[in-house]
């Protein structure tokens, strides 16, 4: 299987910063990345498909990049809605994985 | 835009089996391949099967060892997903989503979840 990696695990941020997570593949996956964002006892919610692809109603405070292997989202102004667990997801796959999660903690 | 609603969580021995559904409503289900992912308690996410609109194609995360069958009944908009010889390790909110297309995909559709705990 393709393994995922994500840095850092636990990110402390202010309102206003920006915010870049990363995620590594264990091998190339082209392009195939998503990025979700989850609230505690919610369902992840899909922000990035195509490791660029702005999902339709995704603030464009919200941007990813990458291929191959790494692979970023960053946050160019955090706001109090954007504390919250990442995830990155790859589907070069039949069988996909994810990232371990990166959370995003008010500072 | 699509709803999914799980339900058949619950509380379950080691060695128990339980299966759990998922309606969907607001999108042409049977045209979208759908998925299980689960979050056991504070992890993170796990893919753990997959079924193309047809159910030409059914994909098993190799974790399961056969234990899961994932199934869906076109007429009625309904996802499955049976577990049998339930371990403690499968412990997690399962999670219904709808894939973009046909497998390998991302998932833009979610349910909210539905608890399976295994305890003695």
């Known amino acids: 299987d393709i393994q995922m990696t994500q840095s850092p695990s636990t990110l402390s941020a202010s309102v206003g910063d920006r915010v870049t997570i990363t995620c590594r593949a264990s091998?190339?996956?082209?392009?195939?990345l998503a990025w979700y964002q989850q609230k505690p006892g919610k369902a992840p919610k899909l922000l990035i498909y195509k490791a660029s692809n702005l999902e339709s109603g995704v603030p464009s405070r919200f941007s990813g990049s990458g291929s191959g292997t790494e692979f970023t989202l960053t946050i160019s102004s955090l706001q109090p809605d954007d504390f919250a667990t990442y995830y990155c997801q790859q589907y070069n796959s039949d069988f996909r994985t994810f990232g371990q999660g990166t959370t995003v903690e008010i500072k | 835009e699509g709803q999914l609603v799980e339900s058949g969580g619950g509380l379950v021995k080691p060695g128990g089996s339980l299966r759990l559904s998922c309606a969907a409503s607001?999108?042409?289900?049977?045209?979208?391949?759908m998925s299980w992912v689960r979050q056991a308690p504070g992890r993170g996410l796990e893919w753990v099967s997959s079924i193309s609109s047809s159910s030409t194609y059914i994909y098993y995360a190799d974790s399961l060892k056969g234990r899961f069958t994932i199934s869906r009944d076109n007429t009625q908009n309904s996802l499955y997903l049976q577990l049998n010889s339930l371990r403690a390790e499968d412990t997690a909110v399962y999670f219904c989503?709808?894939?973009?297309?046909?497998?390998?995909?991302?998932?833009?559709?979610w349910g909210q979840g539905t608890l399976v705990t295994v305890s003695s």
């Open positions: 989503a709808r894939d973009t297309g046909v497998p390998p995909t991302f998932f833009d559709c």
């Open positions: 091998q190339s996956i082209s392009t195939w």
């Open positions: 607001g999108f042409t289900f049977s045209s979208k391949s």
